[in-house]
């Protein structure tokens, strides 16, 4: 390498440098030090390994950079600007303003070339995973003898905190036993994090860690050093495992009061320290957002090299259609994210009276679904046989076999943030299987899965007191009101067998949205009667997030009560609506398995589903009452759960709390005498903390503390 090269290079990365420091300061928000350190690797990997089409980021066999450590932002915003991204410089100077395209952590779908929404450290580096994984099975799906039409590399950027959030590990170990090859991790290892060195709460190796996983491990002992980084990304590309490369770097580097502290990380250097800090790089310290022109023509050259990437592979797109017509042509289509023709037809229909668990109903969904639907991918959290999201028949993605049932061991955490990666890589629709009361393990990463519009199914089951004697650990109550809380996501609890097949149907339709977003599937472990109306009625009602399944006898002008019931309790209402009807009261049954959906509609439809004249009413639904008034208004009644449950069978949680018809009915009645309103407390106060150094005083009559596994397998 020449001195002319040497001194291209450290511009190239000063410039990096200085765009990052400028947007912090202008802002007076957000972290510097970061990217000051790390400037040097990223400069290496975007100039000379990355291959990437800033002028077509969509490209579909693009590698992927995930800047996991998303407080960084600022490197990414100039890398993208300098490269010939839609990222001009009046962006990065709007950094952290109101409507600008660089907001303070990365966001999917906003920033052009930004391949994940990260900020919550560790979740980029799941997605990293996850995307290595999507790499996988497309290429083992679509590749053929002499047409390698997908072939692409997974990059991210992750720091100390990134690592040390228990996610980053889980997805780890998950990475090394699948051997993702094409998975590497830049570990920008500074030792600073935000209270100060990591020595005050880490004091592990890293790299043994890593190594034990199993990963590929390297070290680079000083980040500034490019030729010795760019060695260590080379032997990472030959090794078969994921590889991890450490890179000793100066958080804050240059700053002469700030260098290796942690003042670098987390607010702007100031005035006084920009102007020290570019003095020390050789810039005019009065100069803001300098972009020279020799750096300039360095980063554009990516433009007309991503131009000539696209180019080659659209030919040998065009070779591998000629040879290949059905494959190309499937690939197109699962690419651009449409479903097939017909897709759905395959969906089975359940008579009346048939009894049939909703987590059953879904496992036949999915079944059906596989062969019409091959982007459907996935699997479970170590509960396969108990969610039933097995494609049977299907192989398991193992390293030597990239099949279709994914499993992912016990780690939701990473389950989530790995079905975001698939997802984000695009050509699938990613779905992930735990207990209901688990998807608070794996929340995080549902709620960037609707932050940024990524369309992926959670199979939840055992959503109630329902699942019976594994008790209250595993009985989920607070879950729905929570759930329902994350904007843009769906959560549909369905009410038998024929709702949880439309419910299926409406997870998958979900992807045509724009912006789309997340589906939970809340599903029952205990079988369920299949009800009169929902064959005829809930595909269209599920589409509307909520619908009326059963009429009152004299027609919609008679109506005296309405009770509305989502998931197992919708035959409590519909039960209790017959028995009113046989005390002469007509009554409607209004099935609300998704409100988000039904928030939707227009008003016109909504009302025709709850009349505002029809202020009588009663929900149930085994969760906590919290947010039903919506529905129920000041004159009704809500039958729900505002404690946890217990341990016994089934039959007997639901007799104890009050989860009968003719405890329906009865309130009802009493709602109609207007005896009562709000919610109603259950006929059992249900489970109590223990006392300190004890047992819990259970009152006469409540259900046993007899602890017992059950029939599942799982998390007992």
Same mark, same amino acid.
């Given at each position: 390498?020449?001195?002319?090269?040497?001194?291209?290079?450290?511009?190239?990365?000063?410039?990096?440098?200085?765009?990052?420091?400028?947007?912090?300061?202008?802002?007076?928000?957000?972290?510097?030090?970061?990217?000051?350190?790390?400037?040097?690797?990223?400069?290496?990997?975007?100039?000379?390994?990355?291959?990437?089409?800033?002028?077509?980021?969509?490209?579909?066999?693009?590698?992927?950079?995930?800047?996991?450590?998303?407080?960084?932002?600022?490197?990414?915003?100039?890398?993208?600007?300098?490269?010939?991204? =839609?990222?001009?410089?009046?962006?990065?100077?709007? !950094?952290?303003? @109101?409507?600008?395209?660089?907001?303070?952590?990365?966001?999917?779908?906003?920033?052009?070339?930004?391949?994940?929404?990260?900020?919550?450290?560790?979740?980029?580096?799941?997605?990293?995973?996850?995307?290595?994984?999507?790499?996988?099975?497309?290429?083992? #799906? +679509?590749?053929?003898?002499?047409?390698?039409?997908? =072939?692409? @590399?997974?990059?991210?950027?992750?720091?100390?905190?990134?690592?040390?959030?228990?996610?980053?590990?889980?997805?780890?170990?998950?990475?090394? %036993?699948?051997?993702?090859?094409?998975?590497?991790?830049?570990?920008?290892?500074?030792?600073?994090?935000?209270?100060?060195?990591?020595?005050?709460?880490?004091?592990?190796?890293?790299?043994?860690?890593?190594?034990?996983?199993?990963?590929?491990?390297?070290?680079?002992?000083?980040?500034?050093?490019?030729?010795?980084?760019?060695?260590?990304?080379?032997?990472?590309?030959?090794?078969?495992?994921?590889?991890?490369?450490?890179?000793?770097?100066?958080?804050?580097?240059?700053?002469?009061?700030?260098?290796?502290?942690?003042?670098?990380?987390?607010?702007?250097?100031?005035?006084?320290?920009?102007?020290?800090?570019?003095?020390?790089?050789?810039?005019?310290?009065?100069?803001? !957002?300098?972009?020279?022109?020799?750096?300039?023509?360095? +980063?554009?050259?990516?433009?007309?090299?991503?131009?000539?990437?696209?180019?080659?592979?659209?030919?040998?797109?065009?070779?591998?259609?000629?040879?290949?017509?059905?494959?190309?042509?499937?690939?197109?289509?699962?690419?651009?994210?449409?479903?097939?023709?017909?897709?759905?037809?395959?969906?089975?229909?359940?008579?009346?009276?048939?009894?049939?668990?909703?987590?059953?109903?879904?496992?036949?969904?999915?079944?059906?679904?596989?062969?019409?639907?091959? #982007?459907?991918?996935?699997?479970?959290?170590?509960?396969?046989?108990?969610?039933?999201?097995?494609?049977?028949?299907?192989?398991?993605?193992?390293?030597?076999?990239?099949?279709?049932?994914?499993?992912?061991?016990?780690?939701?955490?990473?389950?989530?943030?790995?079905?975001?990666?698939?997802?984000?890589?695009?050509?699938?629709?990613?779905?992930?299987?735990?207990?209901?009361?688990?998807?608070?393990?794996?929340?995080?990463?549902?709620?960037?899965?609707?932050?940024?519009? *990524?369309?992926?199914?959670?199979?939840?089951?055992?959503?109630?007191?329902?699942?019976?004697?594994?008790?209250?650990?595993?009985?989920?109550?607070?879950?729905?009101?929570?759930?329902?809380?994350?904007?843009?996501?769906?959560?549909?609890?369905?009410?038998?067998?024929?709702?949880?097949?439309?419910? @299926?149907?409406?997870?998958?339709?979900?992807?045509?949205?724009?912006?789309?977003?997340?589906?939970?599937?809340?599903?029952?472990?205990?079988?369920?009667?299949?009800?009169?109306?929902?064959?005829? %009625?809930?595909?269209?009602?599920?589409?509307?997030?909520?619908?009326?399944?059963?009429?009152?006898?004299?027609?919609?002008?008679?109506?005296?009560?309405?009770?509305?019931?989502?998931?197992?309790?919708?035959?409590?209402?519909?039960?209790?609506?017959?028995?009113?009807?046989?005390?002469?009261?007509?009554?409607?049954?209004?099935?609300?398995?998704? @409100?988000?959906? !039904?928030?939707?509609?227009?008003?016109?439809?909504?009302?025709?589903?709850?009349?505002?004249?029809?202020?009588?009413?009663?929900?149930?639904?085994?969760?906590?009452?919290?947010?039903? #008034?919506?529905?129920?208004?000041?004159?009704?009644?809500?039958?729900?759960? =505002?404690?946890?449950?217990?341990?016994?069978?089934?039959?007997?949680?639901?007799?104890?709390?009050? !989860?009968?018809?003719?405890?329906?009915?009865?309130?009802?009645?009493?709602?109609?005498?207007?005896?009562?309103?709000?919610?109603?407390?259950?006929?059992?106060?249900? %489970? *109590?903390?223990?006392?300190?150094?004890?047992?819990?005083?259970?009152?006469?009559?409540?259900?046993?503390?007899?602890?017992?596994?059950?029939?599942?397998?799982?998390?007992?």
């Amino acid at each position: 390498m020449t001195v002319a090269t040497q001194s291209l290079d450290l511009l190239a990365i000063n410039t990096i440098r200085t765009l990052a420091i400028d947007g912090v300061q202008k802002a007076n928000s957000g972290h510097p030090g970061a990217p000051m350190g790390a400037a040097p690797m990223a400069y290496t990997l975007w100039t000379r390994f990355l291959r990437h089409a800033p002028t077509r980021p969509d490209w579909p066999d693009r590698d992927r950079f995930v800047l996991s450590a998303g407080h960084a932002s600022m490197l990414l915003y100039s890398l993208l600007h300098l490269t010939g991204y =839609d990222v001009s410089l009046d962006d990065l100077k709007a !950094f952290r303003q @109101w409507g600008s395209k660089t907001p303070g952590h990365p966001e999917f779908g906003l920033t052009p070339g930004v391949e994940a929404s990260t900020g919550p450290l560790g979740q980029g580096f799941a997605n990293a995973v996850g995307m290595a994984i999507a790499e996988r099975r497309l290429a083992f #799906e +679509f590749n053929q003898p002499g047409h390698d039409i997908i =072939d692409h @590399w997974t990059y991210t950027l992750c720091s100390d905190g990134d690592l040390q959030e228990g996610i980053a590990s889980e997805a780890a170990a998950l990475a090394g %036993h699948l051997r993702l090859g094409k998975l590497i991790a830049l570990y920008d290892d500074n030792r600073i994090q935000l209270d100060g060195p990591t020595s005050m709460a880490w004091s592990e190796d890293v790299l043994a860690r890593f190594a034990a996983y199993p990963w590929h491990t390297q070290r680079v002992e000083d980040g500034n050093d490019i030729e010795a980084i760019a060695r260590a990304i080379e032997a990472a590309r030959e090794d078969p495992r994921p590889s991890i490369i450490a890179v000793r770097t100066h958080i804050g580097f240059g700053s002469p009061n700030r260098q290796d502290t942690q003042k670098a990380h987390g607010q702007p250097l100031g005035a006084d320290e920009v102007r020290l800090v570019k003095e020390a790089y050789g810039w005019d310290p009065d100069r803001e !957002f300098y972009v020279p022109d020799e750096a300039a023509s360095l +980063f554009r050259e990516a433009v007309s090299a991503g131009e000539a990437l696209v180019d080659a592979w659209e030919e040998e797109l065009a070779a591998y259609a000629s040879d290949f017509p059905d494959l190309a042509a499937e690939l197109r289509r699962r690419l651009a994210g449409k479903l097939a023709d017909g897709w759905d037809k395959v969906l089975k229909s359940y008579p009346v009276g048939e009894e049939v668990a909703t987590r059953n109903a879904s496992q036949d969904a999915i079944q059906a679904l596989a062969v019409p639907v091959p #982007e459907l991918f996935g699997g479970a959290a170590d509960l396969s046989e108990s969610n039933l999201t097995d494609i049977k028949g299907a192989p398991e993605f193992q390293a030597d076999e990239p099949g279709r049932n994914i499993r992912f061991g016990v780690r939701e955490h990473a389950m989530g943030g790995t079905a975001n990666g698939i997802a984000y890589h695009g050509a699938f629709i990613p779905y992930a299987g735990t207990f209901l009361t688990f998807s608070d393990y794996m929340r995080g990463s549902v709620r960037l899965a609707a932050l940024s519009g *990524l369309h992926v199914v959670y199979v939840w089951t055992h959503d109630s007191v329902g699942l019976g004697e594994d008790g209250p650990t595993h009985q989920p109550v607070e879950h729905y009101a929570a759930l329902r809380a994350i904007p843009n996501l769906w959560f549909v609890r369905p009410g038998d067998a024929n709702e949880a097949a439309a419910a @299926w149907a409406i997870a998958l339709e979900r992807g045509a949205e724009s912006p789309s977003g997340p589906v939970g599937l809340s599903l029952t472990r205990q079988k369920l009667p299949t009800l009169p109306g929902t064959a005829e %009625h809930a595909r269209e009602g599920l589409r509307r997030g909520g619908y009326v399944l059963r009429e009152a006898s004299g027609g919609a002008e008679s109506i005296k009560m309405i009770l509305i019931g989502t998931g197992s309790e919708l035959q409590l209402a519909f039960g209790a609506a017959e028995a009113l009807e046989r005390e002469g009261v007509p009554s409607r049954v209004v099935s609300l398995p998704c @409100w988000e959906l !039904f928030d939707r509609q227009d008003v016109a439809y909504q009302e025709s589903v709850l009349p505002p004249g029809v202020r009588k009413r009663v929900s149930v639904e085994a969760g906590v009452s919290l947010g039903w #008034e919506r529905w129920v208004g000041d004159e009704g009644a809500i039958v729900g759960l =505002d404690h946890f449950g217990a341990s016994a069978p089934a039959g007997t949680i639901f007799e104890k709390f009050g !989860f009968t018809v003719d405890r329906v009915t009865g309130v009802a009645r009493d709602v109609l005498a207007g005896k009562v309103h709000g919610p109603i407390p259950t006929l059992e106060p249900g %489970h *109590l903390p223990a006392p300190r150094g004890g047992h819990p005083t259970l009152p006469a009559g409540d259900p046993g503390v007899e602890r017992s596994s059950g029939t599942d397998p799982g998390h007992s």
